[in-house]
């Protein structure tokens, strides 16, 4: 078994910051197993859209174009961790964020956190 666990959602503001967080763990988690680990997000009535990844050994980064120049991914591979920082938000941000980590042939999902931003 493996679980994402997604941290950090809540209201912010247009043109506030936010940083959600999501932690690997599991009975079955191999660290150096989990090659890639992202965000995806999904608001009220749309279909689920990638955000951003990060390839957790190269670090090699990955946005959509809708959150380029304000979203940073990093990761802390000693904590098992991905982080998402938010600047600059908009009210279209509004969504729930989703963690999505590869491992191997597995893609494993986080439940997802709210994110709601006020205009």
């Known amino acids: 078994q493996v679980h994402l666990v997604e941290y950090g959602g809540g209201l912010v503001q247009a043109g506030g910051s936010l940083r959600v967080s999501c932690v690997a763990s599991?009975?079955?988690?191999?660290?150096?197993?989990?090659?890639?680990m992202g965000w995806y997000r999904q608001a009220p009535g749309k279909e689920r859209e990638f955000v951003a990844e990060v390839w957790t050994s190269a670090g090699n980064t990955t946005y959509a174009d809708s959150v380029k120049g304000r979203f940073t991914i990093s990761r802390d591979n000693a904590k098992s961790t991905v982080y998402l920082q938010m600047n600059n938000m908009k009210p279209e941000d509004t969504a729930v964020y989703h963690c999505?980590?590869?491992?191997?042939?597995?893609?494993?999902w986080g439940q997802g956190t709210q994110v709601t931003v006020s205009s």
């Open positions: 599991g009975r079955t988690f191999t660290p150096s197993r989990m090659s890639r």
């Open positions: 999505v980590g590869t491992m191997g042939a597995m893609t494993i």
